[in-house]
Each structure stands twice: as C-alpha cells, then as structure tokens.
C-alpha cells in the first residue's frame, strides 16, 4: 500500500491567487517528483528532487516552483494562478537506487483555475 | 529518453487473457523496461518491470524479447477492474531515474 498523500484532491480558485499544493509520504524516500497531466493525455515530469535542499527541473517547462526541506514533504507553489495552469498534479515518490525502483504515486490534486 | 511504441487501444473480454505489446527499438543495455497503468480517476500505479529476463508477479508477467526491443505485459485473466491505460516506459539507471510517459495503451474489458 502506497503511503504518499496529496492535499487537496481538487482546488478551483480563482485567477491571480497563490496556492500551494501539498504531497507527503511516509517511506522515506529521497526522490520525489511532481507531473502534469491534461485531460486524455499524457503525463509530464515538471520537477524532481533527490533529497532535502535538492530540486530540479523536470521535461515540460512550468511556472511553479518547488521546495524541498524534509525528506517527507514537496509542495509544489504557484505564486499566481492562471487558467492555463488547470490540470491534474500528480506527485510521486521512489527510492534512491537504480533504475528498477518502482514509482509510488499520490491520488492527484485537480486544480480549475476560473 | 529512449522512446516505445504502443498500440493507442485494445480491447479483450473479462477472463481472458490480454497481450499488450510495446516496441523499443532504441532501448539502451541499462535500460530498465516498466509498466504502469493508470485507472480512471487515479495516479499511475506500477505493474511489472523487468531487464532481460521474463519476469512474474501476482499483477502481471513480462515477456522480453532476446534482443530487448519489443516486450509484452500479459495479463493472465482479465478482470473489469483491469480497465485503464498501460503505460510502457524505459528507464534509465543514472540521473534523476524518471519515468517518461507516452500516450499508453487504453485497455477496455468487455464483460
């Protein structure tokens, strides 16, 4: 059972606000990740991190920052939300090691931003 | 990011098997071959991975060719909650290790 947890599950706001959206996990893991996804398509990397104080950018270029102070914890921060930001943000966790380690994936947060 | 090919949909009837093929021509030898699959309304979940040999667990079994550019998830008997999109993606042991995922291969199950 995968033990990663993102708040909320779906947030519509309106435009110009600030929000945060949280994703923890309880195992431990260095690296965590955060995606993109529109409707019907496919998914894409917008940021990654492999352990306290790391970030990095992911392949699709986004306006939200990301921070990374304890293992447990990656919230993803847009500091004024537009309606080209509305989709679904998947957050993800995986140990450090080799290729063959296994993604765990939050439920998502879908954000609408009017 | 070495690239797969997927069918964009297949269709199979509940307890039966399914085959969902995936070719990865450019596969590099430190390329590990996942797959994920994602339900309706939900983040991807892992399924299977493998490297060079066949491999099972209780979700699914991999079959990969000798040569590694083309492999098979198989699902032994289909259920109406194997509905989703199966994602193959290839991955790499260095860096930051991400899963780069393509359009997958939505899976419908007929009851």
């Known amino acids: 059972e995968a033990d990663i947890y993102q708040t909320p599950r779906y947030l519509v706001i309106g435009t110009g606000k600030k929000i945060t959206l949280e994703c923890s996990q309880t195992m431990g893991h260095d690296k965590m990740y955060w995606y993109q996804q529109d409707p019907g398509m496919e998914l894409h990397l917008i940021h990654y991190?492999?352990?306290?104080?790391?970030?990095e950018k992911g392949d699709l270029s986004s306006e939200s920052t990301v921070s990374r102070i304890r293992t447990e914890h990656f919230p993803l921060t847009l500091e004024s939300a537009r309606p080209s930001h509305t989709s679904q943000y998947l957050c993800?966790?995986?140990?450090f090691g080799g290729g063959y380690n296994e993604q765990f994936f939050g439920p998502g947060t879908r954000l609408t931003v009017l | 990011d070495a690239k797969t090919t997927q069918p964009n949909s297949m269709e199979s009837n509940e307890e039966e098997p399914v085959h969902l093929p995936c070719n990865h021509s450019?596969?590099?030898?430190?390329?590990?071959i996942h797959w994920y699959r994602q339900l309706p309304s939900q983040g991807p979940e892992y399924v299977i991975h493998g490297l060079t040999s066949n491999v099972n667990n209780r979700m699914a079994s991999l079959a990969i060719a000798e040569d590694r550019k083309s492999s098979t998830l198989i699902l032994h008997r289909a259920t109406l909650r194997d509905a989703a999109v199966y994602y193959c993606?290839?991955?790499?042991?260095?860096?930051?290790?991400?899963?780069?995922f393509g359009q997958g291969t939505r899976l419908t199950i007929n009851p």
């Open positions: 993800a966790s995986s140990e």
């Open positions: 991190s492999y352990g306290v104080n790391s970030t």
């Open positions: 993606i290839l991955r790499d042991v260095t860096g930051a290790q991400k899963l780069v």
């Open positions: 450019t596969i590099s030898g430190t390329d590990y």
